[in-house]
């Protein structure tokens, strides 16, 4: 497996460090320049105010001069800088360095250093190198006498920069070398359990869903493991669910066909006599009707399965439904004996189901109540309402369900033991439709029954949405 994310997020990492220092380098040398300049030249301003202030008894007088000069002297030894007392005209009357007394700058200017206190640059091409300069007015008795001009190297004034950045280069390394916990936070709680993951999906997609993804942490990471993990057990099961239905299936055809074809070889070869073939065609038929049902039965519930929760939802009368559907039970009931007790709470009770399933739910319900009914007996359908919900329910005084079974029932293929003797057609499949269909509804169906005492189905359905059910009295 390719390590590509944990490449870029090096990358970018790597990318950061590179920026950054670019950016301190650049960024901070230029501010950090510009402030030792301002903060120089600010300094050297006010210090040439106050000297200009103290030089007023000059009065743009040369005889004067030994008055002021000791103290112009002591201010520019203090500072480490150069002062000149300039007369109006630019004329360099005193320097503390005494190379240029006497000297004229041409083109002097006492406004050029505008709103700012000071410039910077070789004063009008009289340095050789840079110097930060600024000047006082000396005035007295509202007239200017000159002026008191400072100068100070620039390389002077920046001295201190590399100091200061060196300090900043080091900060930024620290901060670098700290932001490589994140890479170390990155590599644990992204990488590593994204490495497992990935190795767990690529074991799930060959096919080894038994693998168990190992990451359990309570973050995202731990979710979607345990997603993953969940997902193969699943479908896991299904594969288990479709290997047992398809040995169910072959197991339930199996046996009819067994049966069909060793009656039929037998009338064939004369083992069964002549006067005995209408009974054991009969025989044949049956087990061809089981067949059909099973087939019938199968499609059903994969048609159920295949199209999920696909319903056709009408509002009808439930009470209707239940009427006719013991009515084409008539047929069935007439040999055993068994008689329809229909209880309604009004005459008409609508509900909002598909209609044709829960004929169908009522329909296996019924046939396997005068299946596992004794002769002679009644059968309860009931219908009642509470609430919101509608609740049918079909009861006989049958054989009963042992409680062990009674929640195997509603498993594909599943037949009680007490129950084999009297239903041989029986395909296990009917109660599995029926949960099938009662579950797509959003409903629930029961069972309560007692061995010997008989068993009573009960499932709820929904009332039509906006109306407690239309009721007319009965
Ligand atoms: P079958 O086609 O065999 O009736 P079902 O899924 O409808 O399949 O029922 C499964 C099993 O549940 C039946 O074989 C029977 O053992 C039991 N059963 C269902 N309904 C009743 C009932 N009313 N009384 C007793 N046992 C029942």
Known sequence: MKRLLYLKFLLGYLLFFVLGFLVIAFFSAHLTENYLLHSAGERLYNEACLLADACTPYGGTGANLNTVSPRIETVAGCIDSTAWLMDRQGQIVYDTARTDTGRQIAD??????????????????????????????????????GYIVLHLPVKEALSSRDSILNVVY????????????????????VYRPLRKIT?????????????RCQVHSGDEMGYLSNTLNFMASELSKMEEYQRKFISDVSHDF???????????EAIMDGTIPPELHDKYIRLVIAETERLTKLTQNTLALQSLESRGTYLDLTDFDINQVVKNTAAAFEGACLPKRITFDLTFPSRILMVRADLSKIQQVLYNLIDNAIKFSHNG?????????????????????????????????????????????RDKRGTGLGLSIVKEIIQAHGQNIDVISTIGVGSEFIFSLQKPSGEEGRRSPS
């Open 108 to 145: 002097f200017n006492p406004a050029d250093t505008g709103k700012a206190h000071y410039v910077t640059g070789r004063f009008y091409g009289h340095f050789s190198y840079d110097m930060i300069s600024v000047y006082a007015p000396i005035s007295g008795s509202y007239q200017i006498f």
């Open 170 to 189: 080091l900060t930024g390394l620290i901060i670098f070398a700290l932001s490589l916990i994140l890479l170390i936070v990155f590599h644990r709680i």
């Open 377 to 421: 007996s009644v059968i309860w359908l009931e219908t009642s309402e509470r609430f919101d919900k509608v609740f049918v329910s079909v009861r006989d005084t049958g054989i009963g369900i042992p409680k062990d079974s009674q929640k195997k029932i509603w498993e594909r293929f599943y037949k009680t033991d007490l129950s084999r003797g």
């Open 199 to 211: 190795v767990a999906a690529r074991q799930f997609a060959e096919g080894h869903l038994e693998y």
């Open 254 to 264: 199996r046996s009819p066909l067994t049966t069909i074809k060793g009656y039929l």
